[in-house]
């Protein structure tokens, strides 16, 4: 019987664990608080920054949002970042992406400080997450949200195959690195990949993160295999859809993610705890 990874009630879970953290916190007279930088007036960014805010309200989490014009250099950026690695009272930053054309987003992500790295881009905390010192880093959200979804459902990666589609910074390499922490036997797939369907059907664990609608589809999956949609894709109706054909696959799946209301929710949640733990790494430093 097929098993759907909600997201909805497993975030809600995972961030009524971090309010509980954020209240222990503030009973020690820390306030977790994160500082969000927004550039320009990306539709679909504007809605994620609102997402976070209301997350953070949710939580306990004091947020800032830095709200600035598209056409802002690249500099004046780089020195909103300095001012808020300087400022102790703030514990996470996180730089909305995409960024406009003029700023380099690479030197924007290396400029934060590590321990308040929250969204994990830093070089310093990729290099940790591969090192293995997951207590030291800050995973990236989709793929911890990723993680989240698959020990809820009871799916344990140790001894078994995954496959993951797209390797980006963001998601597919470090969900790779995460799969392989748990002491699965990974594949990690890209354009240049051959044979990607016989691949991707030895997957106990199938990974789709590609951005293209309906990628996967019900021949590329083997039966019982637990499948996680990472993809966010806006079709021909207007509607969200994965990049998975779920009507196709979810009756072969042992367990999916639904597009929307999945994978998406878990982002968001563990941002949020991300930055409590970054408020308590602060605050065990100064203890």
């Given at each position: 019987?097929?098993?759907?990874?909600?997201?909805?009630?497993?975030?809600?879970?995972?961030?009524?664990?971090?309010?509980?953290?954020?209240?222990a916190l503030q009973a020690r007279g820390v306030q977790p608080r994160l500082a969000v930088?927004?550039?320009?007036?990306?539709?679909?960014?504007?809605?994620?920054?609102?997402?976070?805010?209301?997350?953070?309200?949710?939580?306990?989490?004091?947020?800032?949002?830095?709200?600035?014009?598209?056409?802002?250099?690249?500099?004046?950026?780089?020195?909103?970042?300095?001012?808020?690695?300087?400022?102790?009272?703030?514990?996470?930053?996180?730089?909305?992406?995409?960024?406009?054309?003029?700023?380099?987003?690479?030197?924007?992500?290396?400029?934060?400080?590590?321990?308040?790295?929250?969204?994990?881009?830093?070089?310093?905390?990729?290099?940790?997450?591969?090192?293995?010192?997951?207590?030291?880093?800050?995973?990236?959200?989709?793929?911890?949200?990723?993680?989240?979804?698959?020990?809820?459902?009871?799916?344990?990666?140790?001894?078994?195959?995954?496959?993951?589609?797209?390797?980006?910074?963001?998601?597919?390499?470090?969900?790779?690195?995460?799969?392989?922490?748990?002491?699965?036997?990974?594949?990690?797939c890209h354009s240049k990949t051959r044979d990607l369907a016989a691949l991707c059907r030895?997957?106990?664990?199938?990974?789709?993160?590609?951005?293209?609608?309906?990628?996967?589809?019900?021949?590329?999956?083997?039966?019982?295999?637990?499948?996680?949609d990472v993809g966010i894709n806006r079709g021909a109706d207007g509607k969200l859809h994965?990049?998975?054909?779920?009507?196709?696959?979810?009756?072969?799946?042992?367990?999916?993610?639904?597009?929307?209301?999945?994978?998406?929710?878990?982002?968001?949640?563990?941002?949020?705890?991300?930055?409590?733990?970054?408020?308590?790494?602060?605050?065990?430093?100064?203890?």
């Open positions: 019987m097929m098993n759907l990874m909600e997201g909805k009630p497993l975030a809600a879970a995972v961030k009524a664990r971090a309010a509980a953290r954020v209240q930088l927004l550039v320009g007036d990306n539709p679909a960014s504007a809605v994620y920054v609102r997402g976070k805010e209301k997350d953070c309200a949710e939580c306990g989490i004091a947020s800032d949002v830095i709200r600035l014009p598209a056409d802002t250099a690249q500099s004046a950026l780089l020195a909103h970042i300095a001012a808020l690695n300087a400022d102790s009272a703030v514990h996470g930053i996180l730089v909305q992406l995409p960024l406009p054309a003029q700023i380099d987003p690479d030197a924007v992500l290396e400029a934060i400080a590590p321990e308040k790295d929250v969204d994990g881009f830093t070089p310093v905390n990729m290099g940790r997450l591969l090192a293995g010192r997951l207590d030291a880093c800050f995973a990236p959200c989709t793929p911890a949200g990723c993680m989240e979804l698959l020990a809820a459902a009871g799916v344990d990666p140790a001894g078994k195959q995954a496959v993951v589609l797209g390797r980006s910074n963001i998601v597919g390499k470090p969900m790779a690195v995460l799969l392989t922490a748990a002491n699965a036997t990974v594949t990690l030895r997957a106990d664990i199938l990974v789709a993160a590609i951005g293209r609608e309906a990628f996967v589809t019900a021949d590329m999956v083997k039966p019982g295999a637990a499948v996680v994965g990049d998975v054909d779920f009507a196709a696959v979810a009756p072969l799946a042992g367990a999916i993610t639904p597009v929307p209301g999945g994978v998406g929710l878990m982002t968001r949640a563990m941002l949020m705890e991300n930055t409590v733990k970054a408020a308590e790494m602060a605050a065990k430093k100064l203890a």
